[in-house]
């Protein structure tokens, strides 16, 4: 949720005005609204201070991977200049990879030629010789007439071929091969030379991490150097009167503070107004959830904020992106892999993360269960091809057969949760219409709501188009059918007729009557397509999980077909296992990766495009920043 806020405005007399601010940034709740240009140069130094914190960064890491040299740190007993000096280090050692990622392009591009005798090409080309390097495919190497040509031909590899041309001129004619240019270095050259850069960043990161013993020094420096560029900041932001003796502060704060911010201000004798902050002066934005949702902000703040006036979107969405995120993964074994993963984040720098990946973790481990799937090979089942024999199938997702067909439960199940979704979504909508704009705004999302449980029931009722979506229609042990159609056809129509009249109706209560329903016939277009399209998005889960599931049992497939077999017993005491286990934790390593990477941006799809469409959501909330002092606790 978003939390209350309340306005506060500040009278201050120019005597005073520093005093007052120290006592609010030590209180350390108000969000000093900017009212007044920003001071250029509040915004440089803010930017050093950026640059600061980087090279404390960089000094920790640099801690973390090489041994520190003692004698760097007492040449700088002063913090500015060993973060100047540090702030060296680092402009030096970006050069440096710079150079080095150069010289190993050119190196790969240069490698397969063996050895190159610069010196020598350019002694000839002083004599008017010239030497041109080229390579191409071996046929047509191999069928190219070079009969009136000098060639030698220098090296092989896979399909590819490389070879020299010496003429007695500077240029080369033109051939359907790949030209390459002379390189100013020999390979030898090239290899001494990133040896030598490599071991000069060695050199820079021992130096940086002798820094690390006064960490804790730099941590405060900039910490006191933080708090006085957001006093100098708040201050610049203060609204002069004409006559120069009276400021104005503009801010904001958690409307569970107002007590002690208004004993705070009477104690002061300050003259000021607290009240709610209109909608034309939007307030921060502060989310507090509960703490299983909380884990969920971090994808909040990828997209944007929500407005102030609007709902949070985080409790609303997380249980559907968890859901999301467990279906396109869908496989115990990926899922165990992922949670030993996240609990393995609780130990390092990412342990803010952590507890999201456990509950993903979770959600795709329950998946792999109701789609049976244990890194692509079947968890459940009678056959010998099961992993565990069991009486009771838990997987009542998982694909089956019959009579020689395939049926996939997951492909309807995945519509059905978008559906779900959707509605939920038009419910949500009418909340935040009713927040941002006043209760008579929430009828288009009434009657979108209602249109649609309508046309599910007559579509139910009808077997709409024999598709099979009737009253028999179940997804897995789930007899949707049966359920829907406990709502009776005249139900269908009193949704359908309703829906109609509030959409057409009531929903464009800017516009005078008369000019309402036509208005709201493009607003229906638009309805009616867009569901169609935000529906038919949700297959997406389905193919993640369909396509990641075949991907596993493909390499499993792969990797048992190299092990010898005695008729039908496969022999695993054989050198092959061990080729066999480099493709499975290869093979998987990739699958892996790529249904990582899928779960968590198709489910970030569907909820920034679809749901977020489909609430509404405006965004564009600021994030609340109050004026505090900085502390040592952590990096500024």
């Given amino acids: 949720m978003i939390v209350r806020m309340k306005r506060l405005r500040l009278f201050l007399f120019h005597s005073e005005k520093d005093r007052i601010l120290r006592l609010l940034q030590r209180n350390g709740t108000v969000d000093i609204r900017a009212s007044v240009t920003a001071n250029t140069g509040i915004a440089e130094k803010i930017a050093e201070l950026d640059k600061e914190n980087n090279a404390l ?18 040449r700088h007993a002063n913090i500015a200049g060993m973060l100047r000096e540090a702030q060296r280090i680092m402009g030096a050692n970006e050069q440096l ?42 046929g047509l190497f191999s069928q190219f007439d070079f009969s009136r040509h000098d060639v030698l031909e220098v090296s092989r590899s896979g399909n590819t071929v490389r070879f020299m041309l010496i003429t007695f001129q500077a240029d080369a004619p033109i051939w ?28 820079n990161m021992t130096q940086l991490s002798a820094f690390a013993g006064r960490a804790v020094a730099i941590r405060e420096y900039l910490a006191a150097k933080a708090t006085r560029l957001d006093f100098v900041n708040a201050r610049n932001r203060l609204e002069k009167h004409d006559t120069g003796t009276i400021h104005y502060l503009t801010g904001f704060f958690p ?51 929500p407005a102030y006036s609007e709902l949070d979107p985080t409790p609303l969405f997380a249980p559907f992106f968890a859901l999301f995120f467990g279906f396109c993964f869908g496989d115990v074994g990926y899922g165990l892999l992922l949670l030993a993963l996240s609990i393995s984040g609780f130990f390092t720098s990412a342990r803010a993360y952590a507890p999201l990946g456990v509950i993903l973790s979770l959600s795709t481990i329950l998946s792999g269960v109701l789609m049976n799937s244990f890194f692509g090979a079947a968890l459940f089942g009678q056959g010998q091809e099961a992993l565990m024999t069991t009486s009771g199938n838990p997987a009542i997702f998982a694909a089956y057969t019959v009579k020689g067909k395939t049926v996939f439960p997951a492909m309807p199940l995945s519509l059905a949760l978008g559906a779900f979704q959707v509605l ?96 709201a016939l ?29 991907l596993g049992n493909a390499f499993n497939q792969i990797a048992f077909m190299v ?28 699958n892996f990766a790529l249904g990582l990477l899928g779960a968590f941006v198709h489910p970030l799809r569907l909820t920034f495009v679809e749901f977020y469409k489909n609430i509404n959501f405006r965004g564009g909330g600021k994030a609340y920043a109050p004026f505090r002092r900085h502390t040592t606790l952590k990096s500024v």
């Fill in 57 to 74: 960064k960089e000094i920790e890491r640099a801690a973390a991977s090489a041994p520190a040299a003692q004698t760097a740190a007492s």
């Fill in 97 to 138: 990879l710079n150079a080095i990622r150069e010289l190993n392009a050119q190196l790969a591009e240069y490698a397969p030629w063996v050895e190159i005798p610069i010196d020598t090409i350019a002694a000839l080309k002083q004599h008017g010789i010239g030497v041109h390097l080229f390579s191409g495919s071996v």
């Fill in 176 to 203: 359907p091969f790949q030209k390459h240019t002379i390189p100013a270095s020999s390979v030898e050259e090239m290899r001494t030379e990133i040896a030598q850069l490599e071991r000069q960043l060695r050199t």
């Fill in 255 to 305: 409307a569970k503070q107002l007590a002690k911010m208004q004993g705070l201000l009477e104690r002061e004798r300050l003259a000021y107004t607290i009240d709610d902050p209109p909608g034309d002066d939007p307030a921060p934005v502060a989310l507090r959830n509960a703490r299983v949702f909380s884990f969920f902000e971090p994808i909040t703040r990828i997209f944007s904020l």
């Fill in 424 to 519: 939920v979504a038009f419910c949500f909508q009418a909340v935040n219409a009713a927040l941002s704009l006043g209760i008579r705004y929430i009828w288009k999302s009434l009657g979108q709501l209602a249109l649609m449980m309508g046309c599910t029931i007559l579509a139910v009722h009808s077997d709409f188009l024999n598709l099979g979506f009737n009253r028999s229609f179940t997804i897995g042990p789930l007899p949707l059918g049966e359920w829907l159609s406990a709502m009776t056809p005249r139900a269908g129509l009193i949704f359908l007729a309703s829906g109609l009249v509030a959409f057409f109706i009531f929903g464009n209560p800017d516009r005078k009557f008369p000019v309402r329903s036509l208005a």
């Fill in 522 to 550: 493009w607003d229906f277009y638009g309805f009616a397509t867009g569901l169609l399209g935000d529906l038919l998005s949700y297959i997406r889960l389905f193919a993640l999980a369909l396509a990641g599931g075949l």
């Fill in 563 to 590: 092990l010898p077999k005695h008729g039908d017993t496969v022999i695993y005491a054989s050198p092959w296992i061990i080729a066999c286990a480099l493709i499975l934790v290869i093979g998987h390593g990739l």
